[in-house]
């Protein structure tokens, strides 16, 4: 079974830094996808950004970018410029690559503070 | 706005009783998701149906059932009700197809408290 693990329960960063989330993940599989996802205080999950594991180059959306190494089965998040309304629970999530049973595996959360 | 609806969106009620969350995926979308989401056991999946059939099944538990559909709304059922069954559920769609790894877009949650 897989499994996904944020080590970080709960960080802070001064608005305008720049903080890295840290993700680990087991899996046997050598196709799947990764994922962030990001929900503030209103509980709304949202889709910060997306990985095919297949692919080398790591994926960026704005000041947002990952640190994926597949040997190493890590997945970081990078978020750049931090923001005020940065401030919600992460959660990394693991999807197998089984065409048409997309279901999701996530982590624990991470708790990001961002200060003024 | 993911385009997802769930209803209601808060729930209380008490042990033994049974009750229905019901979801409504964004347009297009033929799968649906179930999530619960509770401060022990975190983020679960707990099922999945595309086009009105079951297609994958988390750590749903026997007094736990769903359906979607003709019209592809789907319903989560829970009987029995426990006190640790109060959580966060949430619906989620996604166009799903071969390949595999699509965005998944949540509804806003129903908050189920058991009393």
């Known amino acids: 079974a897989q499994t996904v693990t944020q080590s970080q329960p709960e960080m802070s960063v001064q608005e305008a830094e720049t903080v890295t989330l840290s993700c680990t993940y087991d899996t046997s599989e050598n196709n799947y996808y990764l994922f962030w996802y990001k929900q503030p205080p209103s509980r709304q999950m949202i889709l910060v950004i997306r990985q095919e594991a297949y692919k080398q180059q790591n994926a960026t959306e704005n000041r947002f970018s990952v640190n994926f190494q597949k040997a190493a089965k890590s997945f970081s998040l990078k978020i750049s410029d931090s923001q005020l309304g940065d401030t919600a629970m992460y959660f990394c999530?693991?999807?197998?690559?089984?065409?048409?049973?997309?279901?999701?595996?996530f982590g624990k959360g991470t708790k990001l503070t961002v200060n003024p | 706005d993911s385009g997802v609806t769930q209803t209601p969106k808060h729930l209380i009620t008490a042990t033994g009783q049974r009750v229905t969350l019901r979801c409504s995926p964004r347009?297009?979308?033929?799968?649906v998701y179930w999530y619960q989401q509770s401060l022990d056991q975190g983020l679960q999946f707990l099922i999945q149906?595309?086009?009105?059939?079951?297609?994958a099944k988390g750590n749903i538990l026997e007094r736990f059932s769903a359906q979607q559909f003709p019209d592809l709304h789907s319903e989560l059922n829970l009987s029995s009700l426990e006190l640790g069954d109060s959580a966060l559920y949430f619906c989620?769609?996604?166009?799903?197809?071969?390949?595999?790894?699509?965005?998944?877009?949540f509804g806003p949650g129903t908050r189920l408290t058991v009393l």
């Open positions: 999530a693991f999807m197998p690559h089984q065409g048409g049973s997309e279901k999701l595996v």
């Open positions: 347009s297009g979308d033929l799968s």
């Open positions: 149906y595309y086009n009105g059939e079951e297609r």
């Open positions: 989620a769609s996604s166009v799903t197809g071969l390949a595999g790894g699509h965005e998944q877009f």
